[in-house]
């Protein structure tokens, strides 16, 4: 899915989706393509790159910080989870990916007792009984409840392992993302 924002196109959704898309809406858009879904360090972005993306956007990785504004028990949730302990489900704007825990389940049952074909692309207004999950999921965010806490996190959650600050997290993609595309040349051209 691409949608134009202003100064640039915006591809997401999720990692395999980010392989396919960026290069695709790179090649159909004049604007700057930024992609997003699975990006979390240097060698992300120097996919990016490759693949004809401007840069990209990032946000299971920045909530994970030591000054991102989140709760405590979301950001431990991160670093805890692996790439299979996400789950997509009918969230507030669509179809979204949470982290894998009671109330995110719920939401998928939720989800499916609804519309069963939801994974099959057919949409799904939210209603009365998710809204209510997803309101008492953030109560319960709040609340440090970390089984019932409705919290939004990508497949990357699996790759990211430390609440460094922003600037450090900064840093490191830079500085990675140098290295990665300054080693192409030797990784791929035969001498």
């Known amino acids: 899915m691409a949608s ?3 100064g640039g196109a915006h591809v997401s959704w999720d990692p395999v989706h980010s392989m396919v898309l960026v290069p695709a809406v790179a090649k159909a858009v004049k604007p700057p393509v930024v992609a997003a879904g699975g990006f979390c360090d240097g060698g992300t972005l120097a996919a990016a790159f490759c693949l004809g993306a401007k840069g990209i956007q990032m946000g299971t990785r920045f909530i994970a910080t030591k000054d991102a504004e989140f709760e405590q028990i979301w950001k431990q949730a991160i670093i805890e989870r692996e790439e299979r302990q996400t789950l ?5 704007f669509g179809p979204m990916r ?6 995110a389940e719920e939401i998928v049952e939720q989800t499916l007792q609804d519309l069963p074909r939801f994974y099959l692309g057919e949409p799904l207004d939210s209603n009365e009984e998710i809204l209510r999950l997803e309101r008492t999921g953030f109560d319960d965010l709040i609340d440090s409840k970390a089984d019932t806490a409705l919290m939004f996190g990508g497949e990357v959650a699996g790759r990211i392992g430390d609440l460094p600050t922003v600037q450090d997290v ?7 993302s140098s290295e990665t595309i300054g ?5 791929v051209l035969s001498k």
């Not at 900064?170 to 990675?176: G, L, M, R, Y």
Request: glycine share 12%.
């Open 88 to 92: 997509v489900a009918r969230g507030l």
């Open 4 to 6: 134009g924002h202003e």
């Open 183 to 187: 080693a192409l040349p030797g990784r």
């Open 98 to 103: 949470f982290l894998r825990n009671r109330r």
């Open 170 to 176: 900064i840093d490191s993609i830079v500085n990675e």
